[in-house]
């Protein structure tokens, strides 16, 4: 244990660089209240007095230095970083909201433009003069809320029509292979019944066979694509029945349109309805905005759609809430008319190269094997060929060490007994980048054979424990012994 003291003076701290003096001394920018309230416990209710502004802002950015680097946080497609430019453009309308469209028209010109812009990239029915079918959502999330429920209301529309149950609430259910938390979101929110498509050992991805067995007179939707849309449409002429596609492009749906253009699994294929996207992935904007987009007017029912006026004109809205930032939107438009299709392309490109170049020094180590594809999102997964003595999640905690951040996790449930490391490949992701966690990584594996089997280390642990506390009860006791004597000299009391 480390005995920690006050500043002595009170003044000293006046001089200092670091304005940590806050957090040393209730004096001079809290008061001792304050100081108490905010360090001794009492976080969670709202401080009586005001602070100095500087205060609050060292205060917080002190705190915040703990939080991982989100350049380095290779757990997660969402953006982190874009252009300077971009930046600013992002803290220009950071006061703006996007929901007050009357006052703000040209932001939402902007939207209309990029839900135009996407639904041509995934190649939707429409006309040069019509306009395409979509929001600007926060994320994927709602995107696919928004579609599920447009599915959810057509179907009971139409039960309603024939005279057959429609309350239900697992008369709807939606296969999905993917262990994503929002389907389940989707699903309990909106009383739908989720079927879903086992993974298995060696098949990461939804089974199309599968899903369109699971497929029942009560499927509202599902994702997943070129194969599924022929099963499908078999099977809809076979039983008088419509179920629909609904494509959860999250990640994909910004990779697909620039590397794999021949690729179908968008509005082409004739059972598709409805597209989610995440804008914050490969859509290359920070955190805080997704796109659902449909095939046409009559895939999203009109009593959805809520017309409000008291903000000035008459406003369409169908999101799950009111108020937002205009930020991200403005941020979408930017990366579009900067980059276009050629930008994105370029961009991805390099992603996949990166990917590459990781999965192969990963695989040259000779200690992993590789579980995700070639082709797809730039992503590299990996296993440890012998997990005897230490496993993924050593590894990772290894690599925190560096400044990574890469998650170990196992797999869902069917194959829940194989636990993977995952690095997910970003624009600002270099090959320098990629190099340099190799070369952890080799380290972070020397370091981990060099050290004692489980047992061993667990028996090593404890006697260390042990040692440790003797040696802090000695410091402790040094401490008082010595404050004793200093008393005795000085005679203070
Ligand atoms: C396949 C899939 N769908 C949906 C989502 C949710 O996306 P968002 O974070 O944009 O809400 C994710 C998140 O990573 C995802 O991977």
């Known amino acids: 244990m480390v005995v920690t003291t006050m500043a002595a003076d009170p003044g000293e701290s006046l001089y200092s660089t670091f304005a940590s003096r806050y957090v040393q001394t209730p004096s001079p920018g809290l008061s001792p209240s304050l100081y108490l ?18 205060a609050a802002f060292q205060i917080i950015s002190d705190e915040l230095m703990l939080d991982g680097n989100p350049r380095l946080n290779l757990a997660s497609f969402v953006t982190t970083w874009m252009e300077p430019e971009c930046d600013r453009l992002v803290m220009a309308s950071i006061n703006k909201n996007y929901v007050d469209m009357d006052e703000y028209p040209v932001t939402t010109e902007l939207q209309n433009r990029c839900v135009n812009m996407i639904a041509h990239l995934f190649h939707a029915p429409i006309g040069e003069e019509e306009a395409a079918v979509g929001v600007g959502t926060v994320g994927s999330s709602e995107a696919i809320m928004l579609a599920g429920l447009a599915f959810k209301t057509k179907w009971q529309k139409k039960r309603k029509a024939q005279g057959k149950p429609f ?50 007179e009560n499927t509202i939707c599902f994702e997943d694509v070129r194969l599924l849309n022929q099963l499908l449409s078999d099977k809809n002429k076979e039983t008088g029945w419509d179920t629909p596609i609904h494509v959860d492009a999250a990640s994909g749906g910004f990779i697909a349109p620039f590397i794999y253009p021949e690729l179908e699994w968008d509005f082409r294929l004739p059972l598709v309805k409805s597209i989610n996207v995440s804008g914050h992935k490969y859509g290359l904007v920070y955190a805080g905005v997704g796109w659902a987009i449909w095939r046409s007017k009559e895939d999203l029912p009109e009593e959805l759609i809520f017309h409000i006026n008291y903000l000035g004109s008459d406003q369409p809205t169908f999101t799950l809430n009111f108020s937002r930032g205009s930020s991200q939107i403005i941020a979408q438009y930017y990366q579009f ?5 050629e930008g994105y392309r370029n961009v991805i490109e390099n992603c996949m190269k990166n990917t590459r170049a990781l999965r192969d020094g990963i695989a040259g180590t000779g200690r992993f094997t590789i579980l995700s594809k070639d082709v797809g999102v730039p992503v590299v997964a990996f296993s440890l060929v012998d997990a005897g003595k230490y496993t993924v999640f050593d590894v990772s905690e290894s690599l925190r060490r560096f400044g990574w951040i890469v998650p170990a996790y196992t797999m869902p449930p069917a194959a829940g007994h ?9 624009e600002d992701f270099s090959r320098g980048l990629a190099e340099r966690l190799v070369s952890h990584l080799c380290k972070v594996l020397a370091e981990l054979d060099a050290l004692p089997g489980r047992t061993a ?3 090593h642990l404890a006697a260390a424990d042990a040692g440790k506390a003797a040696a802090e009860e000695e410091e402790i006791a040094t401490f008082w012994r010595r404050l004793a004597d200093r008393r005795k000299t000085s005679g203070v009391c």
């Open 418 to 426: 194989i636990a993977v490391l995952r690095v997910v490949i970003r």
């Open 37 to 54: 309230s905010l360090y001794c416990g009492g976080r969670f209710k709202m401080p009586e007095t005001a602070i100095p502004r500087e």
């Open 457 to 459: 280390a667990a028996a």
């Open 167 to 216: 309350h239900s609430p697992t008369s709807s259910p939606a296969p999905t292979s993917r262990y994503t938390v929002c389907w389940e979101k989707f699903a309990r929110y909106f009383e739908v019944e989720l079927k879903e498509v086992k993974l298995r050992d060696d098949f990461y991805v939804m089974d199309p066979v599968k899903a369109v067995e699971m497929v029942d």
């Open 337 to 341: 008319i900067r980059l276009g299709f």
